[in-house]
Protein backbone atom coordinates (compact mmCIF):
# COMPACT_ATOMS: atom_id res chain seq x y z
CA UNK A 1 0.00 0.00 0.00
CA UNK A 2 2.44 2.49 0.62
CA UNK A 3 4.50 1.72 -2.42
CA UNK A 4 1.41 2.92 -4.49
CA UNK A 5 0.73 5.94 -2.80
CA UNK A 6 5.01 6.52 -3.52
CA UNK A 7 4.22 5.95 -7.06
CA UNK A 8 0.92 7.72 -7.33
CA UNK A 9 2.78 10.98 -5.91
CA UNK A 10 4.14 12.91 -8.91
CA UNK A 11 7.72 13.88 -9.03
CA UNK A 12 8.16 17.20 -7.44
CA UNK A 13 9.68 19.02 -11.10
CA UNK A 14 6.79 17.91 -13.43
CA UNK A 15 4.12 18.89 -10.90
CA UNK A 16 5.60 22.47 -10.12
CA UNK A 17 5.70 22.99 -14.30
CA UNK A 18 2.88 21.50 -14.86
CA UNK A 19 1.28 18.51 -15.30
CA UNK A 20 -1.18 19.62 -17.68
CA UNK A 21 0.38 21.32 -20.71
CA UNK A 22 -0.03 25.08 -20.17
CA UNK A 23 -1.10 27.14 -23.58
CA UNK A 24 1.05 27.95 -26.24
CA UNK A 25 1.34 31.50 -25.20
CA UNK A 26 -0.64 34.21 -26.69
CA UNK A 27 1.62 36.47 -30.09
CA UNK A 28 -0.38 39.62 -29.11
CA UNK A 29 0.33 39.88 -25.46
CA UNK A 30 1.23 43.20 -23.80
CA UNK A 31 4.56 44.10 -21.76
CA UNK A 32 2.40 43.17 -18.81
CA UNK A 33 1.93 41.50 -15.96
CA UNK A 34 -0.74 40.27 -13.18
CA UNK A 35 0.50 41.04 -9.62
CA UNK A 36 -0.18 39.83 -6.41
CA UNK A 37 1.35 40.71 -3.39
CA UNK A 38 0.24 38.05 -0.55
CA UNK A 39 1.05 35.79 2.55
CA UNK A 40 1.32 32.13 2.57
CA UNK A 41 -1.90 31.25 4.43
CA UNK A 42 -4.33 33.19 2.40
CA UNK A 43 -3.63 30.43 -0.26
CA UNK A 44 -7.73 29.78 -0.36
CA UNK A 45 -8.33 33.72 -1.46
CA UNK A 46 -5.46 33.62 -3.55
CA UNK A 47 -6.82 31.21 -5.52
CA UNK A 48 -10.51 32.46 -5.51
CA UNK A 49 -9.24 35.40 -7.52
CA UNK A 50 -7.21 33.57 -10.07
CA UNK A 51 -10.04 31.82 -10.83
CA UNK A 52 -12.18 34.87 -10.95
CA UNK A 53 -9.73 36.68 -13.20
CA UNK A 54 -8.51 33.38 -14.97
CA UNK A 55 -12.43 32.72 -15.98
CA UNK A 56 -13.24 36.32 -16.92
CA UNK A 57 -10.16 37.49 -18.58
CA UNK A 58 -6.84 35.84 -18.50
CA UNK A 59 -7.88 32.05 -19.61
CA UNK A 60 -7.97 33.96 -23.16
CA UNK A 61 -4.71 35.51 -22.51
CA UNK A 62 -2.16 33.81 -20.37
CA UNK A 63 -0.38 36.51 -18.65
CA UNK A 64 1.81 35.69 -16.02
CA UNK A 65 1.21 35.86 -12.47
CA UNK A 66 3.96 37.81 -10.28
CA UNK A 67 3.61 36.89 -6.98
CA UNK A 68 5.43 38.95 -4.31
CA UNK A 69 6.22 38.27 -0.43
CA UNK A 70 8.39 39.13 2.35
CA UNK A 71 9.22 36.22 3.33
CA UNK A 72 9.64 32.95 0.64
CA UNK A 73 6.25 30.92 -0.68
CA UNK A 74 5.63 27.44 0.67
CA UNK A 75 6.13 25.08 -2.12
CA UNK A 76 1.95 24.10 -1.44
CA UNK A 77 1.38 27.70 -2.36
CA UNK A 78 3.69 27.48 -5.39
CA UNK A 79 1.98 24.44 -6.90
CA UNK A 80 -1.76 25.25 -6.32
CA UNK A 81 -1.33 28.79 -8.13
CA UNK A 82 1.01 27.40 -10.89
CA UNK A 83 -1.94 24.91 -11.41
CA UNK A 84 -5.02 27.79 -11.34
CA UNK A 85 -2.99 29.55 -13.79
CA UNK A 86 -3.66 29.62 -17.68
CA UNK A 87 -0.07 31.15 -18.24
CA UNK A 88 3.17 31.52 -16.73
CA UNK A 89 3.79 32.04 -13.25
CA UNK A 90 7.15 33.74 -10.88
CA UNK A 91 7.70 34.18 -7.26
CA UNK A 92 9.88 36.79 -6.01
CA UNK A 93 11.03 37.78 -2.30
CA UNK A 94 10.76 41.36 -1.43
CA UNK A 95 14.57 42.63 0.10
CA UNK A 96 14.67 42.97 2.98
CA UNK A 97 15.81 46.79 2.45
CA UNK A 98 12.47 47.08 0.25
CA UNK A 99 10.37 46.07 3.55
CA UNK A 100 10.86 47.22 6.65
CA UNK A 101 11.07 50.17 8.49
CA UNK A 102 13.60 52.61 6.50
CA UNK A 103 16.52 53.91 8.69
CA UNK A 104 15.09 58.01 8.55
CA UNK A 105 12.27 56.21 10.69
CA UNK A 106 12.46 56.65 14.29
CA UNK A 107 11.65 53.24 16.03
CA UNK A 108 11.07 54.06 19.65
CA UNK A 109 8.76 57.00 18.48
CA UNK A 110 7.22 54.50 15.83
CA UNK A 111 6.40 52.29 18.56
CA UNK A 112 4.35 54.81 20.33
CA UNK A 113 2.67 55.72 17.72
CA UNK A 114 1.71 52.44 17.23
CA UNK A 115 0.07 52.12 20.59
CA UNK A 116 -2.15 55.60 20.14
CA UNK A 117 -3.04 54.66 16.59
CA UNK A 118 -4.14 51.03 17.90
CA UNK A 119 -6.15 52.77 21.19
CA UNK A 120 -7.68 55.49 19.15
CA UNK A 121 -9.14 52.65 17.11
CA UNK A 122 -7.80 53.67 14.01
CA UNK A 123 -8.04 50.49 11.22
CA UNK A 124 -4.81 48.77 11.07
CA UNK A 125 -3.62 51.52 13.05
CA UNK A 126 -1.15 49.21 15.68
CA UNK A 127 0.24 46.75 12.78
CA UNK A 128 3.79 47.17 12.17
CA UNK A 129 2.93 44.98 9.52
CA UNK A 130 0.18 46.85 7.49
CA UNK A 131 2.43 49.74 7.74
CA UNK A 132 5.58 48.04 5.81
CA UNK A 133 3.47 46.55 3.09
CA UNK A 134 1.46 50.16 2.43
CA UNK A 135 5.48 51.42 2.34
CA UNK A 136 6.07 48.81 0.03
CA UNK A 137 2.98 49.27 -2.16
CA UNK A 138 3.45 52.96 -2.72
CA UNK A 139 7.69 52.90 -3.22
CA UNK A 140 8.59 49.65 -4.52
CA UNK A 141 6.70 47.60 -6.17
CA UNK A 142 7.14 48.70 -9.42
CA UNK A 143 11.31 48.27 -8.53
CA UNK A 144 11.07 44.42 -7.72
CA UNK A 145 13.70 42.57 -10.23
CA UNK A 146 10.42 39.89 -11.43
CA UNK A 147 8.58 43.58 -12.24
CA UNK A 148 11.47 45.53 -14.06
CA UNK A 149 10.94 43.87 -17.56
CA UNK A 150 7.12 45.04 -17.60
CA UNK A 151 5.46 48.16 -19.10
CA UNK A 152 2.11 47.42 -17.10
CA UNK A 153 0.82 45.74 -14.50
CA UNK A 154 -2.93 44.86 -12.80
CA UNK A 155 -2.86 44.32 -9.24
CA UNK A 156 -4.91 41.31 -7.53
CA UNK A 157 -5.69 40.99 -3.92
CA UNK A 158 -6.78 37.59 -2.19
CA UNK A 159 -10.53 37.28 -1.76
CA UNK A 160 -11.80 39.62 -4.52
CA UNK A 161 -14.20 38.54 -7.66
CA UNK A 162 -14.86 40.35 -11.05
CA UNK A 163 -18.24 39.92 -11.86
CA UNK A 164 -18.50 40.63 -15.86
CA UNK A 165 -16.26 39.37 -19.18
CA UNK A 166 -13.94 41.28 -19.97
CA UNK A 167 -13.69 41.19 -23.19
CA UNK A 168 -11.10 43.06 -23.93
CA UNK A 169 -7.35 43.46 -23.03
CA UNK A 170 -7.35 46.07 -20.51
CA UNK A 171 -3.76 46.62 -21.00
CA UNK A 172 -4.36 47.25 -25.02
CA UNK A 173 -6.63 49.85 -23.71
CA UNK A 174 -4.22 51.39 -21.29
CA UNK A 175 -1.75 51.68 -24.11
CA UNK A 176 -3.84 52.36 -27.44
CA UNK A 177 -5.39 55.24 -25.58
CA UNK A 178 -2.31 56.10 -23.82
CA UNK A 179 -3.89 55.98 -20.28
CA UNK A 180 -1.42 55.28 -17.10
CA UNK A 181 -3.76 54.32 -14.46
CA UNK A 182 -7.27 52.57 -14.54
CA UNK A 183 -9.52 51.99 -11.57
CA UNK A 184 -12.78 50.70 -10.23
CA UNK A 185 -13.75 52.16 -7.36
CA UNK A 186 -13.38 55.45 -5.92
CA UNK A 187 -14.30 56.71 -2.42
CA UNK A 188 -12.97 58.58 0.74
CA UNK A 189 -10.17 57.60 3.12
CA UNK A 190 -10.66 57.66 7.01
CA UNK A 191 -9.34 60.85 7.84
CA UNK A 192 -7.35 59.60 11.16
CA UNK A 193 -5.23 57.62 9.01
CA UNK A 194 -3.42 60.35 7.38
CA UNK A 195 -3.38 63.81 9.61
CA UNK A 196 0.11 64.97 8.33
CA UNK A 197 -0.20 63.92 4.04
CA UNK A 198 -1.89 66.80 2.83
CA UNK A 199 0.34 68.77 4.45
CA UNK A 200 3.44 67.27 3.16
CA UNK A 201 1.80 67.02 -0.27
CA UNK A 202 2.02 70.42 0.00
CA UNK A 203 5.51 70.75 0.87
CA UNK A 204 5.97 69.19 -1.83
CA UNK A 205 4.31 70.94 -4.37
CA UNK A 206 6.10 73.70 -3.22
CA UNK A 207 9.43 72.36 -3.63
CA UNK A 208 8.43 70.75 -7.05
CA UNK A 209 6.12 72.88 -8.66
CA UNK A 210 7.41 71.70 -12.30
CA UNK A 211 6.03 68.25 -11.03
CA UNK A 212 2.50 69.45 -11.05
CA UNK A 213 1.05 68.46 -14.48
CA UNK A 214 -0.88 72.09 -16.02
CA UNK A 215 -3.94 69.90 -16.89
CA UNK A 216 -3.70 67.68 -13.35
CA UNK A 217 -6.76 66.20 -11.68
CA UNK A 218 -6.23 68.41 -8.45
CA UNK A 219 -9.39 69.57 -8.23
CA UNK A 220 -10.43 66.04 -7.72
CA UNK A 221 -8.91 65.54 -4.35
CA UNK A 222 -9.11 68.94 -2.96
CA UNK A 223 -12.02 70.98 -1.76
CA UNK A 224 -11.02 74.51 -3.34
CA UNK A 225 -12.24 76.05 -6.76
CA UNK A 226 -8.98 76.74 -9.02
CA UNK A 227 -7.94 80.32 -8.63
CA UNK A 228 -6.35 82.61 -11.33
CA UNK A 229 -6.06 80.86 -14.97
CA UNK A 230 -3.93 78.01 -14.02
CA UNK A 231 -5.30 74.72 -12.56
CA UNK A 232 -2.84 74.78 -9.53
CA UNK A 233 -2.08 77.86 -7.12
CA UNK A 234 0.81 76.43 -5.60
CA UNK A 235 1.05 78.98 -2.54
CA UNK A 236 -2.63 78.64 -1.71
CA UNK A 237 -3.38 76.39 1.48
CA UNK A 238 -5.67 73.81 -0.13
CA UNK A 239 -7.56 70.69 1.82
CA UNK A 240 -7.55 67.25 1.01
CA UNK A 241 -10.82 65.69 0.62
CA UNK A 242 -9.96 62.19 1.00
CA UNK A 243 -11.08 61.42 -2.11
CA UNK A 244 -8.84 58.25 -3.71
CA UNK A 245 -9.10 55.30 -6.14
CA UNK A 246 -9.65 51.95 -4.36
CA UNK A 247 -6.09 50.56 -5.03
CA UNK A 248 -6.54 47.05 -4.42
CA UNK A 249 -8.13 46.96 -8.10
CA UNK A 250 -5.18 48.66 -10.02
CA UNK A 251 -4.21 48.09 -13.83
CA UNK A 252 -1.53 50.84 -14.52
CA UNK A 253 1.81 52.22 -16.14
CA UNK A 254 4.76 51.21 -14.19
CA UNK A 255 6.59 53.93 -15.83
CA UNK A 256 4.53 56.45 -14.34
CA UNK A 257 6.01 54.71 -11.08
CA UNK A 258 9.20 54.63 -12.02
CA UNK A 259 9.27 58.47 -12.95
CA UNK A 260 11.47 61.22 -11.46
CA UNK A 261 8.35 63.09 -10.72
CA UNK A 262 6.51 60.22 -8.94
CA UNK A 263 10.36 58.75 -7.10
CA UNK A 264 10.88 62.69 -6.05
CA UNK A 265 7.41 62.52 -4.48
CA UNK A 266 7.70 59.33 -2.61
CA UNK A 267 11.08 60.21 -1.22
CA UNK A 268 9.28 63.16 0.18
CA UNK A 269 6.65 61.68 1.49
CA UNK A 270 8.86 58.40 2.59
CA UNK A 271 11.37 60.91 4.83
CA UNK A 272 8.63 62.66 6.47
CA UNK A 273 8.16 59.54 8.39
CA UNK A 274 3.95 59.66 7.99
CA UNK A 275 3.72 55.66 6.49
CA UNK A 276 4.94 54.87 9.67
CA UNK A 277 4.28 57.14 12.71
CA UNK A 278 0.88 57.33 11.03
CA UNK A 279 -1.07 54.83 8.90
CA UNK A 280 -0.79 56.13 4.86
CA UNK A 281 -2.41 53.84 2.63
CA UNK A 282 -1.36 53.26 -0.49
CA UNK A 283 -4.36 54.14 -2.04
CA UNK A 284 -4.34 58.08 -1.42
CA UNK A 285 -0.93 58.11 -1.58
CA UNK A 286 -1.13 56.45 -5.32
CA UNK A 287 -4.17 58.55 -5.98
CA UNK A 288 -2.48 61.83 -4.76
CA UNK A 289 -0.08 61.18 -7.13
CA UNK A 290 -2.08 60.54 -10.18
CA UNK A 291 -4.44 63.39 -9.83
CA UNK A 292 -1.51 65.72 -9.36
CA UNK A 293 1.50 64.29 -11.66
CA UNK A 294 -0.77 63.13 -14.34
CA UNK A 295 -2.70 64.84 -17.35
CA UNK A 296 -6.11 63.95 -16.28
CA UNK A 297 -6.89 62.47 -19.67
CA UNK A 298 -4.58 59.52 -18.52
CA UNK A 299 -6.96 58.45 -15.93
CA UNK A 300 -9.23 55.92 -16.79
CA UNK A 301 -12.45 54.42 -15.47
CA UNK A 302 -12.88 51.14 -16.26
CA UNK A 303 -16.80 51.14 -15.97
CA UNK A 304 -17.73 47.81 -17.25
CA UNK A 305 -15.63 45.47 -14.81
CA UNK A 306 -18.01 44.43 -12.02
CA UNK A 307 -15.87 43.98 -8.86
CA UNK A 308 -15.53 42.96 -5.76
CA UNK A 309 -13.71 43.67 -2.59
CA UNK A 310 -15.12 43.20 0.56
CA UNK A 311 -17.02 45.21 2.06
CA UNK A 312 -17.56 46.99 -1.52
CA UNK A 313 -19.12 45.82 -4.64
CA UNK A 314 -19.93 47.57 -8.35
CA UNK A 315 -21.67 46.10 -11.29
CA UNK A 316 -22.20 47.83 -14.78
CA UNK A 317 -25.59 49.45 -14.69
CA UNK A 318 -26.50 49.18 -18.63
CA UNK A 319 -29.09 46.07 -18.82
CA UNK A 320 -27.55 45.39 -22.20
CA UNK A 321 -24.02 45.51 -20.50
CA UNK A 322 -24.94 43.09 -17.93
CA UNK A 323 -26.21 40.67 -20.17
CA UNK A 324 -23.58 40.64 -23.11
CA UNK A 325 -20.60 40.55 -20.66
CA UNK A 326 -22.19 38.04 -18.35
CA UNK A 327 -22.23 39.83 -15.70
CA UNK A 328 -23.26 38.02 -12.53
CA UNK A 329 -23.81 41.06 -10.33
CA UNK A 330 -24.70 39.64 -6.66
CA UNK A 331 -27.95 40.92 -5.03
CA UNK A 332 -26.00 43.41 -2.66
CA UNK A 333 -24.71 44.88 -5.38
CA UNK A 334 -27.95 45.01 -7.53
CA UNK A 335 -29.25 46.85 -4.62
CA UNK A 336 -26.17 48.58 -2.78
CA UNK A 337 -24.22 50.09 -5.94
CA UNK A 338 -21.25 51.53 -5.03
CA UNK A 339 -20.83 53.91 -7.63
CA UNK A 340 -24.36 55.76 -5.78
CA UNK A 341 -23.00 54.82 -2.08
CA UNK A 342 -22.98 57.94 0.01
CA UNK A 343 -19.08 57.14 0.17
CA UNK A 344 -18.48 57.04 -3.33
CA UNK A 345 -16.21 59.68 -5.32
CA UNK A 346 -17.56 58.88 -8.71
CA UNK A 347 -19.77 61.91 -8.96
CA UNK A 348 -17.20 64.28 -8.27
CA UNK A 349 -15.03 62.49 -10.46
CA UNK A 350 -17.47 62.33 -13.34
CA UNK A 351 -17.21 66.42 -12.49
CA UNK A 352 -13.72 67.20 -13.46
CA UNK A 353 -12.69 64.11 -16.04
CA UNK A 354 -16.33 63.66 -17.40
CA UNK A 355 -16.14 67.29 -18.97
CA UNK A 356 -13.29 66.15 -20.69
CA UNK A 357 -14.24 63.29 -21.57
CA UNK A 358 -17.53 64.28 -22.89
CA UNK A 359 -15.81 67.08 -24.84
CA UNK A 360 -13.21 64.84 -25.98
CA UNK A 361 -15.60 62.70 -27.17
CA UNK A 362 -17.77 64.82 -29.40
CA UNK A 363 -14.73 66.53 -30.65
CA UNK A 364 -15.88 69.72 -29.18
CA UNK A 365 -14.14 73.18 -28.47
CA UNK A 366 -13.52 74.19 -25.38
P1 LIG B 1 -6.96 45.60 3.18
O1 LIG B 1 -7.46 45.23 1.82
O2 LIG B 1 -6.60 47.04 3.28
O3 LIG B 1 -7.89 45.18 4.27
O4 LIG B 1 -5.57 44.83 3.45
P2 LIG B 1 -5.10 43.37 3.03
O5 LIG B 1 -4.88 42.55 4.24
O6 LIG B 1 -5.95 42.81 1.94
O7 LIG B 1 -3.66 43.70 2.43
C1 LIG B 1 -3.49 44.33 1.18
C2 LIG B 1 -2.61 43.45 0.27
O8 LIG B 1 -1.32 43.29 0.82
C3 LIG B 1 -3.16 42.03 0.08
O9 LIG B 1 -2.82 41.60 -1.23
C4 LIG B 1 -2.41 41.24 1.13
O10 LIG B 1 -2.27 39.89 0.75
C5 LIG B 1 -1.06 41.94 1.15
N1 LIG B 1 -0.40 41.96 2.47
C6 LIG B 1 -0.81 42.60 3.59
N2 LIG B 1 0.06 42.43 4.60
C7 LIG B 1 1.07 41.67 4.11
C8 LIG B 1 2.27 41.12 4.68
O11 LIG B 1 2.61 41.35 5.84
N3 LIG B 1 3.05 40.36 3.85
C9 LIG B 1 2.71 40.09 2.54
N4 LIG B 1 3.52 39.32 1.82
N5 LIG B 1 1.59 40.59 1.99
C10 LIG B 1 0.77 41.37 2.75
MN1 LIG C 1 -7.54 43.48 0.74
Known amino acids: NRLQLAKLKPATNSYVHGVFPKPVSNPKLENATILMLCRNWELSGVLKSMRSLEDRFNKDYHYTWTFLNDVPFTDKFIEATTQMASGPTQYGLVPAEDWNVPAYVNETKMDECLI ?3 NRDVIYGGSRSYRNMCHFNSGFFFKQELVQQYDYYFRVEPEVEYFCDFQMDPFRLLRENKKKYGFVMTLLEYENTIPSLWNAVEDFMNLHPEYIHPDSLFDFVTNDEPIGTGRLVVEHNSSYNLAHFWSNFEIGDLNFFRSEAYESYFDHLSRTGGFHYERWG ?22 DIGYTHAPFATCPTSQS ?5 RCVCSEACKEDNFNVHPHSCLPRYWKYNGKRF ?5 HEED
Open 116 to 118: DFE
Open 282 to 303: DAPVHSIAVALLMNQSEIHHFE
Open 321 to 325: IIYGK
Open 358 to 362: LREYY
